[in-house]
């Protein structure tokens, strides 16, 4: 890729830093400018409308409607939290699956994203909880190794998942300097990208041809939704934001034959990570306007 | 004490201004924003010199609020109540050649990436930085970069044909 890398340093040298830009932070900080201060003209009404929309949004969510698929999830993931210490921060590890079963309870599979981060052993393993009238049992496919030991213990359980997570590079660090880390990954086939496009817009007029409900009516009730769940306080409401136009993440699937909309939240409360701070993933029934299922990642490690 | 910030401040615009703004000018696909980014990167590294704990080298310091700082201006809309603070000083300079995208192919096809590809291509292949520094800004795994990098490949492949195979 250097030939890229060389047509791009050679095409991105016609933009350069001034003596002029130089100046303008200089005179920006003589009149003492906070620079968080630049958004300080949004207009009263802005910051009505956005009460008005808190406003709305608690309404909503006093009247929230969950499906069981959602409430399976929720249950699982207390499980892990209970049984393992599995932490909301940690699920950034895991890919999360829900199987509806037909007797009305839920298999939920939460598979490690990294399976292969150390050298020749999968530590990670993989956990499933069956989730049936109300209540949630956890197991793990590692269950009885033993746990202790740091990072080169057999099995990684809570604690060495905590060191990952929160102290990722320190941790990567330690692995490779200690031969546990696995330096490189297979990556898989990749798929065009234009392929996926095309079979998105395909879907989305399936989904879309199917649905009952208004985008924005999805929207508003996901919104809803994640502020009943996490409890969120009206700052990190009005902090909650989704990427728009070409930057949009949003994705359309079939569930089980209900038309559905996954829609990404992003929350960031400042420049380091804070708790709660992170990726929502809210997935609404177009038919009902109920959410099925709700995915948190911190992004902290291994999912970003 | 504020000589000896301000000189610390005028050393780092020297010496990683140019990289910085075309770093936010790949990722805003508009030269002026992007100048009103940078200089707001080296706004809030001068704000925040305090809280920086040299865990991590300045370039890569001041990249991560290049990344924070160019995800706000993305989010629709937010830029309209950015005070640009054009002087009569600026105006008189705005005359000089201004950079157009259209006419630099492999920077075009690089900005129709998503975000996160593109950002993983200019600091992996145009900062040459290791794969391990790449994933600690972007905060995700070495396994995610080389994936986002290997699909950012294949597209720009496709969509620079003829250029590859020159």
């Known amino acids: 890729m250097n030939k890229l890398g060389n047509q791009l340093r050679e095409e991105l040298s016609l933009i350069n830093w001034t003596q002029r830009d130089q100046n303008a932070v200089l005179r920006r900080i003589q009149e003492g400018e906070d620079p968080m201060k630049n958004n300080s003209r949004r207009s009263i009404g802005l910051i009505l409308a956005a009460a008005l929309l808190v406003m709305t949004v608690s309404a909503i969510a006093a009247s929230m409607l969950f499906t069981p698929r959602h409430d399976a999830g929720r249950l699982a993931d207390d499980a892990l939290l209970s049984q393992y210490g599995i932490t909301p921060k940690m699920m950034t590890l895991f890919h999360r699956d829900i199987v509806e079963n037909e007797d009305g309870s839920a298999t939920v599979v939460y598979e490690a994203l990294e399976p292969d981060v150390r050298q020749g052993q999968n530590p990670i393993g993989m956990y499933t909880v069956t989730v049936a009238d109300g209540k949630a049992t956890a197991a793990w496919t590692l269950e009885g190794q033993d746990t202790s030991g740091g990072l080169s213990a057999q099995a990684w359980g809570a604690e060495q998942l905590t060191l990952y997570v929160e102290d990722y590079a320190n941790t990567r660090h330690f692995m490779r300097e200690n031969g546990l880390l696995a330096e490189e990954y297979e990556i898989g086939a990749i798929p065009s990208y234009e392929d996926w496009l095309a079979q998105q817009e395909t879907r989305q007029a399936e989904v879309l041809a199917a649905a009952s409900i208004s985008l924005a009516d999805a929207r508003q009730y996901a919104k809803a939704a994640l502020v009943e769940s996490y409890r969120m306080t009206e700052t990190q409401q009005n902090l909650l934001y989704q990427l728009e136009g070409e930057y949009d993440q949003t994705t359309y699937d079939m569930l089980n034959g209900r038309p559905v909309i996954h829609l990404y939240y992003h929350l960031s409360q400042g420049e380091e990570w804070t708790e709660m701070d992170g990726i929502y993933v809210v997935t609404v029934n177009l038919q009902s306007g109920a959410v099925e299922e709700i995915i948190y990642d911190s992004g902290l490690a291994g999912n970003g | ?166």
Request: some cysteine; glycine content about 4%.
């Open chain 2, 1 to 166: 004490m504020q000589d000896e910030r301000t000189h610390w401040l005028e050393m780092l615009m020297t010496t990683h201004g140019s990289a910085i703004l075309r770093f936010c000018a790949l990722q805003l696909k508009d030269v002026k924003l992007a100048e009103d980014a940078a200089q707001e990167v080296f706004l809030k590294a001068w704000k925040a010199r305090d809280g920086f704990q040299g865990r991590s080298s300045e370039r890569t310091w001041l990249y991560r609020i290049a990344i924070n700082t160019c995800r706000d201006y993305q989010r629709t809309g937010w830029f309209r109540w950015v005070d640009r603070r054009i002087t009569p000083e600026d105006l008189l300079h705005r005359g000089q050649e201004e950079c157009r995208f259209d006419s630099l192919p492999v920077t075009q096809a690089v900005q129709t990436l998503p975000p996160k590809w593109r950002t993983a291509v200019y600091l992996r292949y145009c900062e040459g930085m290791k794969l391990a520094d790449v994933a600690s800004l972007q905060g995700v795994s070495q396994a995610t970069v080389k994936r986002r990098l290997a699909k950012a490949a294949a597209m720009l492949r496709e969509k620079l044909k003829g250029w590859y195979d020159e």
